[in-house]
């Protein structure tokens, strides 16, 4: 009997898309919420995630950083901007990954490293460095607290059942690492920004679940249902011009508070 298999019929390679414009940014921009669009820091981190997530974060860092620099270009203003699109890329890297994360920042540093080198971030600008000095054991702490800030009274179904003790790496890296060493720092994003950031990232990468609970945390967090609801179909907008799939993102009428499916 012949044990050989045969390779499955695949498609043809999909069309490449054209790297974002400058004017579809803009456009993307305007598409947010009043709240959102009319605050550079809050529509520069949100566009960043997900333009990362969905896979274009090389290709349009450039244009992002110099959109967010257009109303002042001194030292202090590049330099914040820098730091909102380095936490950007740390905390989005939960969701998307390091690699897009390095593709992102290596041509921006090559940039400015180019045409203003003293504006560059040093090595006082290590936001983290204080928990360096601290046992790891110590983070699940501060891990605690931000995820009972997003989940609240859904938190342990989600750790107890959904996770239980089956998977204690994933659990650890999840807690521990993941919440209590990058997401919940406050230095540079607080968590209602984080909130946003996270869900620009979750959309991008096709999620259902974990959408479902980032759109509750983000409306727990202080945002309006507008600006939650901005944030998913613009990501939505931005996966289609990218050729990116995103058929498992819910609505937000799907969030529930009783349930985390």
């Not at 456009?27 to 960043?48: D, M, Q, Y």
């Not at 699940?140 to 607290?145: E, I, L, S, V």
Request: hydrophobic share 40%; proline share 6%.
């Amino acid at each position: 009997m012949s044990t050989s298999t045969s390779a499955p019929a695949l498609p043809p390679e999909p069309p490449v898309p054209a790297p974002l414009t400058m004017d579809e940014i803009k456009h993307f921009r305007s598409s947010l919420s009043p709240a959102i669009r009319c605050s550079t820091e809050t529509w520069l981190v949100v566009l960043t995630s997900a333009i990362v997530s969905l896979g274009c974060g090389a290709e349009s860092i450039i244009d992002l950083y110099h959109l967010a620099l257009s109303s002042s270009s001194d030292l202090a203003s590049s330099q914040r901007k820098q730091s909102l699109i380095q936490e950007t890329l740390v905390k989005g890297s939960v969701i998307f990954g390091i690699p897009p994360a390095l593709d992102t920042i290596f041509p921006l540093l090559e940039h400015i490293r180019s045409t203003n080198p003293t504006f560059l971030l040093t090595s006082d600008h290590f936001s983290r460095q204080s928990l360096l000095s601290e046992p790891i054991s110590s983070l699940k702490t501060p891990a605690m607290k931000s995820l009972e800030r997003v989940y609240r009274h859904n938190l342990s179904p989600i750790l107890d059942s959904k996770m239980s003790d089956n998977m204690q790496d994933l659990k650890f890296l999840t807690i521990q690492i993941n919440y209590g060493f990058t997401l919940s720092c406050d230095a540079v994003i607080n968590w209602k920004l984080t909130e946003l950031l996270v869900l620009a990232a979750l959309v991008g990468r096709n999620c259902r679940a974990e959408v479902l609970w980032h759109m509750r945390g983000a409306l727990r967090a202080g945002w309006s249902r507008d600006d939650v609801d901005s944030v998913r179909s613009t990501v939505k907008e931005l996966a289609r011009r990218l050729a990116v799939r995103t058929d498992k993102v819910p609505t937000l009428d799907e969030v529930k508070e009783d349930s985390n499916d």
